[in-house]
């Protein structure tokens, strides 16, 4: 009875996998559609889990992974904007130093570099027939780029904390040498002024 039970459930199972499959097929159609190779990969090796024997979904996911990888190396070569906009070298934001600045925008190819080398091993990997030294060297690659960025976080984190306590400190300097300084009122007389308010 055991042993029947469990051909029966494996017997249900293997169409709603095989239903499932089809599915993420479908989304990942739709993504490469719109150019969108992230989730193309993401939903074609979903579905390739589901159907490893399919040769024709792994054409889409060696396709999917080739193309992301393209898109990755071409944002590395020539890299957007960064998420959090890097204002030109005459326009800091109030306590923002030049060094910071610098951390930010190095910080950011790296990642892009790291990106794109993650992209390509994956693609290589994909192919039917793998370089496994390539992809060591990939992956390598990829590693120290990940160090070099994880580095480069924590000197920006540093910078920021150091800019903040400096934007302070001179902002109090500033204070108590102007503290008591107030203009002349009706008649020559000694205007008083609050401290910090404008005479």
């Known amino acids: 009875m055991l042993v029947a039970a469990i051909v029966a459930i494996v017997a249900v199972g293997a169409p709603v996998r095989a239903d499932d499959a089809k599915k993420l097929v ?3 159609d739709r993504a490469s559609a719109r150019r969108d190779w992230d989730a193309a990969a993401s939903d074609y090796g979903e579905a390739a889990k589901l159907a490893p ?3 024709r979904l792994r054409d889409k996911l ?4 080739d193309r992301r990888a393209r898109a990755c190396e071409a944002r590395a070569a020539k890299p957007p ?10 326009e800091q934001p109030h306590g923002s130093s030049l060094k910071a600045m610098w951390l930010q925008d190095r910080r950011w190819h790296t990642q892009l570099a790291r990106e794109a080398l993650e992209a390509r091993a994956d693609a290589e990997a ?4 793998r370089d496994e030294a390539t992809i060591a060297r990939l992956r390598a690659g990829a590693a120290d780029k990940r160090k070099e960025e994880d580095s480069l976080a924590a000197q920006l984190a540093e910078q920021k ?5 400096a ?7 500033m204070e108590k040498a102007f503290e008591g300084v107030g203009g002349l009122g009706v008649g020559g007389q000694p205007m008083k002024t609050m401290k910090g308010a404008s005479p």
Do not use: C, S
Not at 81 to 90: D, K, L, N, Q, V
């Open 26 to 28: 479908k989304e990942g």
């Open 53 to 55: 024997d399919d040769a």
């Open 62 to 65: 060696r396709r999917a992974l």
């Open 81 to 90: 904007p960064a998420p959090e906009p890097i204002p030109p070298m005459f």
């Open 126 to 129: 994909a192919r039917p027939k």
């Open 161 to 165: 904390r150091n800019d903040e306590a």
């Open 167 to 173: 934007a302070v400190k001179n902002q109090k300097e």
